[in-house]
């Protein structure tokens, strides 16, 4: 097994996609810390593992606070000797528009999510360091921090801000052997399950059916366990070389996500007045003005729902 002999934490683990991660970075041989606020949720979650043959410990605590990684990082050390992979996936929606959304919607996404994966990570890390451990890092990002989202204002924040924070940490931790990358996962979730053009992959996933191939192939939109594969790859010594990035991955799909790039340079003498930019402006974009949101293509008609 690959990650024989590793330790991870999983936040966010009790359930959806974050048991799937937790699941194969267990059948894969690693020894897992389980997060949940739930306990019940927790304890059912380390029993599955456990009854497949692995490894499993739960911390019922809400992520966001330096106390909850510092004990996620403790139980990983304390019950199973050391600390190797850390995935951040916990996580909190408090959907609305920006002139309806309230501080606390801001602040729990943005506490959860932003804060609360700076906080395990900053833990996760200093412990490799100074332990010499090559650990791996992996942050759990979204089409919506990457694109925008109509209603997500802090949730968008925050996943943007994440991939920001990776690849800062690449180069930071690049001397000690840690990796750091982001997943952005595209599977169907209590989310995707309220969005109906997503009704006839969800009711497939949840009857155990296959998913229609335009949802796995087209719109590269599958199950937690498409997405699992990539996590214990990136948690692997076969991923050593791979830091910094940001990859896409669900059904039959995987992306490399780019970095931020111009995509026009213009220059002038003198600098870009308010009254060069309103002669020259529409001239220097052209056609090149960005899109914002994710763009699906039509629903075939036999996958459409009233």
């Not at 330790?7 to 009790?14: L, W």
């Not at 006839?200 to 296959?210: I, Q, R, Y």
């Not at 996500?257 to 007045?273: K, N």
């Amino acid at each position: 097994m690959s990650l024989d002999g590793k330790v991870a934490i999983v936040t966010g683990s009790g359930r959806g996609l974050g048991l799937a991660y937790a699941q194969e970075l267990a059948r894969q041989g690693a020894a897992v810390v389980i997060n949940d606020v739930d306990a019940d949720t927790a304890a059912e979650a380390v029993a599955g593992i456990e009854s497949a043959g692995g490894k499993a410990v739960a911390v019922v605590a809400p992520v966001g606070s330096s106390d909850t990684a510092k004990e996620l990082v403790r139980t990983a050390v304390d019950t199973f000797g050391r600390l190797d992979i850390l995935v951040t996936n916990a996580g909190v929606l408090r959907d609305t528009v920006l002139w309806k959304m309230s501080d606390d919607d801001f602040d729990t996404v943005i506490g959860v999510h932003l804060r609360g994966t700076f906080t395990c990570v900053r833990e996760a890390a200093t412990y490799m360091r100074e332990n010499q451990i090559a650990g791996r890092i992996i942050c759990i990002g979204s089409p919506t921090g990457q694109r925008g989202n109509f209603g997500q204002t802090n949730y968008a924040a925050a996943k943007a801000g994440i991939v920001g924070m990776v690849r800062t940490w690449a180069l930071e931790l690049k001397k000690a052997g840690i990796t750091a990358n982001a997943v952005i996962p595209v599977a169907a979730t209590a989310m995707t399950a309220t969005v109906p053009y997503f009704a006839a992959a969800v009711e497939a996933d949840a009857a155990g059916d296959p998913m229609p191939a335009f949802y796995r192939h087209d719109l590269g939109f599958g199950t937690s366990d498409d997405v699992s594969g990539l996590i214990a790859y990136l948690a692997s010594d076969a991923a050593s070389g791979v830091t910094g990035q940001a990859i896409g991955v669900g059904g039959d799909r995987i992306q490399l996500w780019s970095h931020p790039e111009p995509v026009v340079t213009a220059y002038r003498d003198g600098g870009w007045t308010y009254a060069a930019l309103e002669d020259e402006f529409p001239a220097v974009i052209g056609d090149h003005a960005q899109s914002v949101g994710e763009r699906f293509p039509a629903l075939p008609e036999d996958l459409q729902r009233p």
